[in-house]
Structures are given as structure tokens and as C-alpha cells.
């Protein structure tokens, strides 16, 4: 009889048989995974209203050698081609990012001050800018008005894992490779293929500390408030320099760079 550790490899072995496969299927693999993610880009392009919610995890490496996650909730409403109302609280952060059709404005509610960004007049600008300036969206990628475009250009290999189950809905499992991460994918099976699970792993860090998106109560159909998207300043709220918010991380001021 086999000890518990060799009934344990032995089964490990046997659930990875199915990734053994021959260049073709692999290929197939690689032509079902990008399609997928096609029609999800797509889908989400013909949606002018989209809002979810989503949880949050992002880990880091001490120079001792030990992970630390960091987690977060938030929400998005989005109304394309350029308004936006995203949300984050996590434990050092509480975060509220909007764009009303011409001025993009960051505001720390925790520390009662905003920055305000002016000429930004779609959501992919926005998320560009932010990206510029060293500041960054929850899964902005899935919000860019061509998120096919933007994911699979810079990889390298792609895998259609199978199926899998998110919060109750069952999913296409997607797996890409690019040079420097590895990230997969979790699409629901049928006529509305929304993402429901980003996961993103840096190779380039020691213990491949990953990102992980999970999103939740997707809607693409809801009504909107239209003044959701306006920000008001509430009293003695403090007007400052985009460069002064750095403290509206995910992570504490303390802690290491991110993915380090």
C-alpha cells in the first residue's frame, strides 16, 4: 500500500496528465483561450453602463523573504465613453476616483484631500494618466474600451484551462503567459461572458507575488445616477497637488514596492 505522501504525488501526477498534451492541442488550446477573451472584449465594448463589485489582494515580499497580502473592497460605475465613479477601501486607504466627462478628480476620504486632473476626457485616458503618474485602477485593464487589444499583445502563450466556478457562476478558465507575468482569467460560460476573476503573477519577483481581482454583482443594464459622477468637495476637504497622494496605495507607507 501506498503511504499518504505517495498517495498524494500520485494523484497530483494524475490530475496534471491532462495539461500533457500535443503541439496541436496545444494550439487549439492557445486558439480557444483568445477567443474567449475576444468575445469578453467585445461584449464589454457594446456596454455603455457596466458597475460591479469587486475584493482585492495584492501581495508583497518583505527583504526578509516573507509574503504579506493586502486586501481591498471597492465598486465601479462606469458610463462610456467617459464617466466613472470607482471606490476602495482596504485598511490604509479609502479611496474615491471620478471622472465627469472633462475633469478626472482623486479623493483620499480618509485624509478629507482631492486632486483634480483636467482635460481627461475618456475612461482610457484616464487610466492611462493614472498610469503615468505611478497610480493605478483595480482591474483597469477590463475597463478599457479594447481590453482584447491591450492583453494579448504581449503574449507569448495562452491556455484554455477549462471550466471553473467563481462565486456560483461557472467560468471559462483562462491562462496566458507574457515575458515577466504570468495571469489568468475567469469568463462566465454564456451570452454574457463579464470577467469574474483576474489573477496576475509577477515571475520576476522570488515567491511569484500575485495580484488578485475578484468581481462581483456585474450588471450592465442598471439605471445610473447621472450626479454620481460629479464630485462635490465635502466640508473642509483640502484641495492638493496630484503628487501629494501618494499615501492612497493599497499598501501602508511602510511597506515594500509592490511585488517586492
Request: with cysteine; hydrophobic share 40%.
Amino acid at each position: 500500500m501506498l503511504s499518504a505522501p505517495c498517495r498524494n504525488l500520485f494523484f497530483a501526477l494524475a490530475l496534471g496528465v491532462g495539461f500533457l498534451s500535443t503541439p496541436h492541442e496545444a494550439r487549439a488550446a492557445g486558439d480557444d483561450a483568445l477567443k474567449v477573451l475576444k468575445a469578453m472584449s467585445d461584449y464589454l465594448a457594446s456596454q455603455k453602463t457596466i458597475s460591479s463589485n469587486f475584493d482585492s489582494a495584492l501581495e508583497v515580499m518583505t527583504p526578509q523573504g516573507e509574503k504579506v497580502q493586502f486586501n481591498s473592497s471597492g465598486t465601479i460605475v462606469m458610463q462610456r465613453p467617459n464617466e466613472l465613479l470607482a471606490t476602495r477601501t482596504g485598511g490604509y486607504a479609502d479611496v474615491e476616483l471620478l471622472l465627469d466627462g472633462k475633469t478626472a478628480t482623486l479623493f483620499g476620504k480618509n485624509l478629507n484631500v482631492y486632486g483634480q486632473m483636467d482635460g481627461i476626457s475618456s475612461i482610457d485616458q484616464l487610466i492611462d494618466t493614472l498610469r503615468d503618474r505611478g497610480l493605478s485602477m483595480p482591474g483597469a485593464d477590463l475597463l478599457l474600451g479594447n481590453v482584447y487589444d491591450t492583453l494579448s499583445g504581449d503574449v507569448i502563450e495562452a491556455k484554455h484551462i477549462g471550466r471553473g466556478v467563481i462565486g456560483g457562476v461557472e467560468c471559462e478558465h483562462l491562462a496566458f503567459r507574457n515575458q515577466d507575468v504570468d495571469w489568468q482569467l475567469w469568463v462566465q460560460v454564456g451570452e454574457k461572458p463579464i470577467p469574474c476573476k483576474y489573477v496576475i503573477t509577477s515571475k520576476a519577483v522570488g515567491m511569484a507575488p500575485q495580484y488578485t481581482l475578484v468581481i462581483r454583482d456585474w450588471k450592465t443594464d442598471a439605471p445610473v445616477d447621472q450626479t454620481a459622477f460629479t464630485f462635490k468637495p465635502p466640508e473642509g476637504a483640502k484641495k492638493v497637488d496630484q503628487n501629494a497622494l501618494s499615501d492612497l496605495d493599497e499598501l501602508p507607507p511602510s511597506a515594500p514596492a509592490k511585488g517586492q
